[in-house]
């Protein structure tokens, strides 16, 4: 993984494509320009201008904004290099606004209040006032009534609104903070602290009585003495001596928290108990962010490089966390929960996905009659005889080679038995239906089929000379186009029309012309007869020479699976066109001929299912294609010419030069590959729906979620989907770690 | 004598290459069904639905004068770019002009934003050196691989109600996140993208960054400048191969998504559907508009080919520095 990546970082020509088909610097200026010079008069044609104006002043404020932060940020990190106290005056500025402004925002504290007067509003119905302090005493005692009041004040500071809360925090951060850089001890000591105790008097008078604890100066004090005393170890622990007082005062301020805050209950407490359980931990956080004598330039230094690193990685690691960390963990959690998220139900949701008939579908294992679909399917027996097939050639060669009896490991026998295999697990997964087993199904064919053709483009587009670049290009064009467009252009494709008119889609019509010609010369068929014979004779000739070249290589040696994967594809047709079974085009009972179209994608059931994966590796073929080639190309010419003089035919110098050498990269693209298929959606939904028995994981998993809207099931679906992949992930850090270490 | 001999042996070559014969198989079937959408899109209505898009030659009859037609129900008489003409109108309909926009407004801050975040990111990750560097670098490319769908749900919640943390074993929530009511709208659409594309950018630009010349860093760091005048003065203009490549990526990644779209714009009006949105409901309703979904969906996959043909190196190179996204 590192390695390619690495590699193409320095090195341009290990680019898979040639760059004679990319446009050059002027072109590609001139197209881009024209684009949005069309874009902006179709826009104004049909009165999107306005849109599009207020969509890219968006963009620009967004963006503007963002970056201001940033270099805001470092501006701010390069202050300290030159002036601590200023530096530390911005920092606790924002800190306190920020710190404020959260508190605003979570309704802890509030706004509404004419002093003595204090308004009620409820969940439903109307405010309303009371004035009468008793009342007031009486009504926030009872619990019920409470809970249900949204905002109600006190007096003090309450009056404080929206925009005078975080003021008020920038100023005291501010003060604070400059305080904490100053030169004397004593103001760097007392003037946070009593700020922070300042602060803290402010929330608590502030405070919404639903969110008053109901907290005992002892337990906050004993909680201090506690934190105090664990961070206080943990330094001593590590050997972080000189920081020994201030994260003691750290910890006590976090103590001073947990023994205020989240221990005693919320809402029966008095104004005086708030001002006590605010006020301790500011006043504790202020005096450790005073404690610290001025810092010299190794302090300065370490302190700018630590600070850098959080600023730069701030933005990332948040994103990171609220957009994928943070929610993976809550659908793991979800789906043990019901279809609301509401309560626990253990393992019903997997239980519910594993035993429900779409999920795992054995119906189709055995047919009416009892017998097991799979032993009377001909792909399981070709697969078998495929099998033993390989190995009788494997004994054979090793045979004629070596006069032992043993297993040859030529090309020859594997690729047989390698083909065997595939075909085995198709019989298996068309009898297994459900959308567990189609979602490895797709995983199976799709990577096995994109990787083996972009392994054959890859090497066969090396001998095309200067076709290369555009055959692959070709090839390559799909990955640009989107699953939603690629569905599309295959649905127009795959559909077939009425048998009275013309076929529209090439699959059809080639279908159908192959049956004419396979039919040629019957009654009502516009093919001559000739046609058919001189197709015949022209396959009869070439299995022919087909069978001649395999003897000859047989008794030579030397390996021949292309030639005998071309005998029996031509067996084949041979044998399909003598026996006129071939196309779409069969012959009636009453002597008359009909074509016969295929419904892709919904009646050849399940193989519908092969024909949406089709679609599929039509794009990921380019893929593989273009890393395999950079692969290929990277692979050092003096090994391949070594092989050359040491007499290995061209296969050979693939099979045992060139592939070992790029079998790492065929690892990157399988892995690539099986990642992007476990979570195939697009393709599915927009080709069949999930109709027809198509549906995979991830179509359930939208129904399940979004359609249905149950939670529970559908964050299951998602944690199976995860699971299947969590191989591939794991591979990946434990290839990360070799690399990095 | 000699050289029509060899020039018959050429032919016979020629004809009995059959590795060519497969390749050039491959690329025409790999071809034929973008062929057929561009040519058909041409085409009217009734000539997609009686013969296939190779019967394109015998269309003989087709008016060829540029500009829309003014009435679209002429019998008779066709023009080239009729179809197009209907499908970038202001049509509620079939219109994708709108839903052009509206992936454009997805696409583009979703390719800018994580540009510039991972950017950072990844110089931190390659040249400030800090505790927790490796396992913290580590631990985000093990990300790259995780499923999409693992997240949607809690995302969806998010972006329509907000994120709130309940502290365990109290009852008092606090709001982590407020509720923007940002689904349905296109900035949830790209704020799910950014944080999807972060690993991805960040392995990307950091394998690029961290092979920059140490020796080039530390001399500026040498002469004093900090570290946010080496990223900006001289590693980011250094990268702008690999943050070329990342953004063509990224671009064509979010142009074309459909999940992610389908689910946060789900109650948004048809307005804010992207493309890919648009094409997927025509494709649900069958007949009225299927003669209009080939020039649809050619408009769809036009501004990606484009990017993808006139920065196909840069392209290129994305797709082997990182070839685990996916």
Not at chain 1, 282 to 298: E, Y
Not at chain 2, 132 to 147: C, D, E, N, Y
Not at chain 2, 161 to 167: K, L, M, N, R, S
Not at chain 2, 250 to 278: C, H, K, S
Request: net charge neutral.
């Amino acid at each position: 993984m590192t390695a390619v990546a690495e590699e193409s970082a320095t090195d341009d020509h290990s680019d898979g494509t040639g760059r004679r088909f990319s446009l050059n610097g002027g072109v590609r200026g001139v197209v881009l320009t024209s684009l949005l010079l069309l874009l902006l008069y179709a826009s104004a044609q049909s009165d999107q201008l306005g849109r599009l104006y207020s969509i890219s002043w968006k963009i620009v404020l967004v963006v503007g904004l963002s970056a201001a932060v940033f270099v805001g940020a470092n501006l701010l990190i390069s202050q300290g290099r030159r002036n601590w106290a200023r530096y530390r005056a911005l920092a606790g500025g924002l800190l306190g606004a920020a710190g404020f402004g959260l508190l605003r925002g979570n309704r802890s504290v509030s706004t509404l209040v004419a002093d003595s007067e204090f308004i009620f509003t409820r969940d439903e119905g109307e405010p309303f006032v009371v004035v009468d302090p008793a009342q007031i005493d009486a009504i926030s005692k009872v619990a019920e009534l409470r809970s249900g009041l949204a905002e109600y004040a006190t007096g003090g500071f309450a009056s404080l609104g929206t925009f005078e809360w975080p003021l008020v925090g920038l100023v005291l951060g501010l003060v604070a903070g400059y305080a904490t850089g100053h030169t004397n001890r004593i103001i760097r000591l007392a003037v946070p602290t009593a700020i922070g105790a300042f602060a803290g008097w402010l929330i608590g008078t502030s405070l919404l009585f639903r969110n008053r604890p109901d907290a005992s100066i002892v337990e906050i004090v004993l909680f201090a003495i506690m934190g105090a005393a664990v961070l206080a170890g943990i330094s001593l622990l590590f050997g972080k001596r000189h920081v020994l007082v201030e994260r003691a005062l750290f910890g006590a301020a976090i103590g001073a928290t947990i023994g205020g805050w989240l221990l005693p209950d919320l809402g029966s407490g008095s104004g005086s108990t708030a001002i006590i359980a605010a006020a301790i931990p500011l006043a504790l956080l202020g005096l450790r962010f005073g404690w610290p004598s001025d810092r010299d330039a190794n302090g300065l230094a370490s302190f700018d490089r630590r600070s850098r690193a959080v600023i730069f990685l701030a933005p990332a690691l948040t994103f990171l966390s609220i957009n994928l960390v943070v929610p993976a963990v809550r659908t793991i959690l979800t789906s043990f929960l019901d279809r609301d998220s509401e309560e626990f139900v253990g393992l019903d949701n997997y239980e519910h996905l594993v035993t429900s008939e779409t999920f795992l579908d054995w119906r189709s294992w055995s047919g009416d009659d009892g017998t097991w679909n799979i032993l009377t399917s001909r792909l399981t027996w070709f697969g078998l005889f495929l099998i033993v097939a390989g190995f009788g050639i494997a004994y054979s060669i090793n045979w004629t080679r070596n006069r032992t009896s043993g297993l040859d490991h030529s090309p020859t026998s594997r690729a047989t038995m390698a083909v065997g295999f595939f075909l085995l697990a198709f019989a298996f997964f068309s009898v297994i239906r459900g959308t567990f087993s189609n979602t490895i199904w797709w995983m199976f064919t799709v990577t096995i089929g994109a990787t083996v053709l972009g392994l054959m483009m890859a090497v066969l587009s090396q001998r095309a000379g200067r076709w290369e670049s555009i055959a692959k290009s070709l090839v390559f064009m799909p990955m640009a186009i989107s699953m939603v467009g690629a569905s599309v252009i295959w649905r127009l494709q795959y559909a077939p029309k009425n048998i009275s008119g013309e076929q529209t889609g090439a699959p059809n019509a080639a279908w159908i012309a192959l049956g004419k010609l396979s039919n040629a010369g019957l009654d009502g068929n516009t093919y001559p007869a000739w046609s058919r014979w001189l197709l015949l004779l022209v396959l009869a000739a070439l299995l022919v020479r087909l069978g001649f070249r395999i003897y000859g290589s047989w008794q030579r040696s030397e390996g021949f699976a292309g030639a005998t994967v071309a005998l029996i594809v031509v067996g084949w047709l041979f044998v399909e066109f003598l026996t006129r079974s071939m196309g779409g085009f069969t012959v009636l009972e009453d002597g008359s001929i009909q074509p016969q179209t295929v419904a892709f994608r919904e009646e050849v059931r399940p193989f519908n299912n092969v024909y949406l994966m089709f679609i599929l590796i039509w794009i990921q073929t380019g893929f593989a294609m273009v890393i395999l080639s950079a692969a290929i190309k990277a692979v050092p010419e003096e090994l391949l010419e070594a092989a050359r003089i040491d007499g290995a035919s061209e296969s050979e110098q693939f099979f045992k030069v060139t592939l070992p050498q790029i079998l790492p990269t065929v690892g990157v693209v399988v892995t690539a590959i099986l990642v992007a298929v476990a979570k195939v959606f697009d393709i599915v939904r927009v080709s069949t729906g999930g109709n027809f028995g198509t549906n995979v994981l991830a179509t359930d998993f939208f129904d399940e979620a979004f359609s249905f809207l149950n939670r529970g099931v559908g964050s299951a679906i998602a944690v199976t989907i995860l699971l299947i992949v969590a191989p591939v992930l794991i591979f990946n850090v434990y290839n990360m770690q070799k690399a990095e270490a | 004598m000699h050289d029509n001999n060899s020039l018959i042996d050429r032919i016979y070559r020629r004809l009995s290459n059959v590795p060519m014969w497969v390749m050039w198989g491959i690329v025409v079937v790999w071809t034929i069904p973008s062929l057929s959408l561009f040519i058909n899109s041409f085409r009217s209505r009734t000539r997609q639905r009686d013969s296939g898009f190779w019967e394109f030659v015998r269309d003989g009859d087709r008016d060829y004068r540029l500009g829309c037609p003014e009435d679209y129900n002429a019998p008779d008489l066709f023009h080239m770019i009729e179809n197009y003409c209907v499908v970038l109108s202001n049509d509620q309909a079939s219109g994708m002009l709108s839903s052009v926009i509206s992936s454009l407004a997805i696409a583009v801050p979703s390719t800018i934003i994580p540009i510039s975040i991972a950017s950072f990111a990844a110089y931190a990750f390659a040249w400030i050196d800090f505790k927790g560097r490796k396992p913290l670098f580590i631990g985000t490319v093990a990300l790259l691989s995780i499923p999409l769908q693992v997240a949607l749900i809690p995302l969806l919640i998010m972006y329509s109600g907000g994120a709130h943390f309940t502290i365990p074993f109290t009852e008092r929530t606090l709001t982590m996140v407020p509720d923007f009511a940002l689904a349905g709208g296109p900035w949830a659409v790209v704020l799910t993208h950014t944080g999807f594309a972060m690993p991805f950018a960040i392995f990307l630009l950091h394998n690029y960054m961290s092979s920059l010349p140490g020796e080039l860093i530390e001399s500026a760091r040498v002469d004093g400048a900090d570290h946010f005048s080496t990223f900006v003065r001289l590693v980011l203009p250094l990268s702008v191969p690999a943050i070329a490549a990342f953004a063509i990526f990224q671009f064509l990644w979010t142009w074309n998504d459909y999940l992610i779209a389908v689910v946060m714009l789900n109650g948004g009006t048809p307005e804010v559907f992207p493309t890919t949105q648009r094409i997927a409901n025509l494709a649900g309703d069958f007949g009225e508009t299927e003669h209009l979904l080939t020039a649809g969906a050619f408009v769809q996959a036009f501004v990606p080919l484009v990017v993808f043909f006139s920065l196909q190196r840069y392209f290129v190179r994305g797709l082997l520095a990182g070839s685990v996204k996916g």
